[in-house]
């Protein structure tokens, strides 16, 4: 059973910075990709940034120049460090990762972690 377990949400100013952590359970490179998505209150889940296996990253255009995905294998972490927040960053962020197993796709999440961006 894969667990994924998010950590350093909070309430921050405008223009100001926060780092997300998600600690897996198991050893990173299981995975295909990690990502993290947001959802705000009657809002679809989108998805912010993701990292392959592989290292190659991607994300959302809102979100392009100010956030950055990176990762600790050694500590089996994925972080997201949050810059030059804005109010509309202002959302429950989710860790997600994902794998392969005998040809079966398999999607984990982790419980969430709130981000208030105050103006």
């Known amino acids: 059973q894969v667990q994924l377990a998010e950590s350093g949400g909070g309430l921050v100013q405008a223009g100001g910075s926060l780092r997300l952590s998600c600690a897996a359970s198991?050893?990173?490179?299981?995975?295909?990709?990690m990502g993290w998505y947001r959802q705000a209150p009657g809002k679809e889940r989108e998805l912010v940034a993701r990292?392959?296996?592989?290292?190659?990253?991607n994300y959302a255009d809102s979100v392009k120049g100010r956030f950055t995905i990176s990762r600790d294998s050694a500590k089996n972490t994925v972080y997201l460090q949050m810059n030059s927040l804005k109010a509309e960053d202002t959302s429950v962020y989710y860790c997600?990762?994902?794998?392969?197993?005998?040809?079966?796709?398999?999607?984990?999440w982790g419980q969430g972690t709130q981000v208030t961006v105050s103006s």
């Open positions: 198991t050893t990173i490179f299981r995975f295909n990709v």
């Open positions: 990292i392959t296996s592989g290292g190659s990253t």
């Open positions: 997600n990762a994902e794998d392969v197993e005998r040809g079966i796709l398999r999607r984990y």
